[in-house]
């Protein structure tokens, strides 16, 4: 075994006994011992370095693939690392871009402005005057944030998953880790982590967001100076403004946070509805409010996708959620891949409706309560997690809590009513599906009428 | 069986004065002139229905020269225009972003050129 490989061992081994510890080495109740489970698994992933905490980062916004607890454990994942000295970053640049940074821009920071395990960003200005992909001019002295991947990290990451290979081979066969599908998992982060790592794929992302909601005076996505990115760079437009943690100081420079995380949620509906393309990793470090009172829109490292019958079925399960019908969400949710035997059906739309009373009847909603549970539930009854379907309900619990965190008395659902039930009324009015549905619906209203 | 007839007959009797009264009321709307609100909202319906009668002509006389197609109309000509629009914005978005990638991998070509300089 490797000497990585040993190290990982150790730090599994440890955290398996912390969990065991824990978890009064399974005596305790069953919720108990999986938040000891998830807890562990969040420090070994902050122990073991920048694959583990990707790794973690991505199950955090995949219900479909761990347990409640982990989602919600694995989202408080620490990404902090020291910085790397900014002579390693000059190089990368040169590297990269072909000439020291000096030379590339008017000014460039030494000191970083943000550090994680993958990434380093420093403030530099533009040297000559750049024309963005949406048509806007970003003079020459404009603000720009550069984003440079950390040297030796992609080696690290590729000598990492070379030893989860290994162990993954190993899974699949023993019986009751093989149902997980170690390999297939494993390929599958691999294919995010190899999309993360090539910072273009964020930069086309960002790009894409800015296009979509080019009519939305409300919404700021930094543009991308593509002369100055590549694979392991990515230079974008500064976001001046406040984070989330900060909100006092903006709303007394006047900004009216409230009105803006209505429309947060709006904007968030209108992605996954009317585009079909999500930032999936909406947290409020990725979020600031601008000196104008806009929303910044920043790190499009995990996008999510919608197809337009999804977009359909995820409306009809929004407004019938919001309504709090149990039946008719379940139902939308099969158009989504959710398959419910029909054996636990009744149980399962009790369940649903049992939730949807606690957690959504109530002023404010709690989403997230409401998600928690059904997911649970769900785990209950051994019913799959469609992965699209999971990574949706947990980017909808992350917007809940990014627009707590400016108001904490917004209500999602009731913020989402209108533009949900907006949608479905236009789709349930579109011409093709009156053509389809008005002979069935005048011969049920006729037979209703001659009962 | 007899009840279903006599609703069906009392619909029919609706539609037939519904269609007899919306007669009347485009011929006196017909014969009204611009601002003419003697009558207060009753002329304002007559009017209305008389403006309604008017283009519904047009869109027949409009369906009749298309051989049975719908022939653009005001609002369809408006319609189309932001459908062009929006294609026209969209693919110079399309444009605009291989730009973008052009322009990353000309930067990574001149950094290997630089490379194999130094």
């Known amino acids: 075994m490797s000497a990585r490989g040993r190290a990982i061992a150790a730090v599994a081994l440890r955290s398996g006994a912390s969990a065991a510890w824990r978890s009064g080495f399974g005596l305790r109740p069953r919720a108990e011992r999986r938040r000891a489970v998830a807890r562990a698994l969040r420090l070994a992933c902050e122990a073991l370095g920048p694959t583990f905490i990707k790794l973690g980062q991505l199950a955090s916004v995949r219900p479909d693939l761990v347990t409640p607890e982990m989602v919600f454990e694995l989202e408080r994942l620490q990404d902090r690392v020291p910085a790397v000295p900014v002579d390693a970053i000059r190089d990368v640049i040169r590297r990269e871009l072909g000439a020291a940074p000096e030379h590339l821009f008017a000014s460039f920071d030494p000191e970083p402005i943000a550090t994680a395990s993958i990434a380093q960003v420093h403030e530099a200005t533009l040297a000559a005057p750049y024309r963005c992909v949406n048509g806007r001019l970003l003079e020459a002295g404009a603000r720009v944030a550069v984003k440079v991947v950390r040297p030796g990290v992609a080696r690290l990451i590729a000598d990492d998953l070379a030893v989860a290979r290994r162990w993954a081979e190993r899974a699949e066969r023993i019986r009751w880790l093989a149902r997980w599908g170690p390999n297939a998992l494993l390929r599958e982060f691999e294919s995010s982590l190899a999309r993360e790592l090539d910072l273009r794929v964020e930069g086309r992302v960002g790009d894409r967001f800015a296009f979509d909601f080019a009519d939305d005076p409300l919404v700021m996505v930094p543009a991308v100076v593509w002369t100055h990115t590549t694979r392991s760079v990515l230079t974008s437009e500064f976001v001046d403004g406040w984070l989330l943690s900060e909100l006092g100081e903006a709303e007394r420079a006047g900004i009216d946070a409230r009105a803006l995380a209505t429309h947060g949620a709006e904007v968030f509906m209108r992605q996954v509805l009317v585009f079909g393309r999500y930032h999936a990793d909406l947290h409020p470090a990725n979020l600031i409010v601008t000196r104008d009172g806009r929303i910044g829109y920043i790190d499009f490292g995990i996008a999510g996708r919608t197809t337009p019958p999804q977009r359909q079925a995820i409306a009809q399960v929004l407004v019938a959620t919001a309504y709090g019908d149990a039946e008719r969400a379940l139902r939308a949710s099969r158009a989504l891949g959710l398959e419910v035997p029909e054996a636990v059906e009744p149980a399962l739309r009790s369940g649903v409706a049992r939730l949807m009373r606690a957690h959504l009847a109530r002023s404010p909603a709690d989403v997230r309560g409401f998600v928690t549970g059904f997911l649970g539930l769900l785990a209950e009854h051994r019913i799959a997690i469609p992965e699209g379907y999971g990574m949706l309900v947990k980017a909808l619990v992350t917007v809940e809590g990014v627009a707590r965190a400016i108001d904490p008395d917004i209500d999602l659902i009731e913020a989402s009513k209108p533009f949900t039930t907006r949608l479905v009324a236009a789709q349930l009015l579109r011409p093709e599906r009156l053509r389809e549905r008005l002979p069935a619906a005048l011969r049920a209203a006729l037979a209703e009428l001659m009962a | ?118």
């Open chain 2, 1 to 118: 069986m007899r009840d279903v007839l006599r609703f069906l007959a009392a619909w029919a009797l609706v539609h037939e004065s519904a269609d007899e009264g919306w007669r009347a009321a485009v011929t006196r709307g017909a014969g009204l002139s611009p601002g003419d609100l003697e009558r207060g909202p009753d002329d304002f319906v007559d009017g209305l229905a008389a403006l309604v009668d008017a283009e519904k002509e047009r869109l027949k006389r409009d369906l009749a020269a298309d051989g049975g197609g719908v022939a653009p109309t005001e609002g369809a000509s408006d319609r189309r225009d932001a459908d062009l629009t929006a294609a026209l914005e969209a693919v110079r978005f399309d444009l605009a972003e291989l730009r973008g990638r052009i322009e990353s991998l000309q930067t990574s070509v001149d950094a290997l050129h630089a490379e194999r300089d130094d």
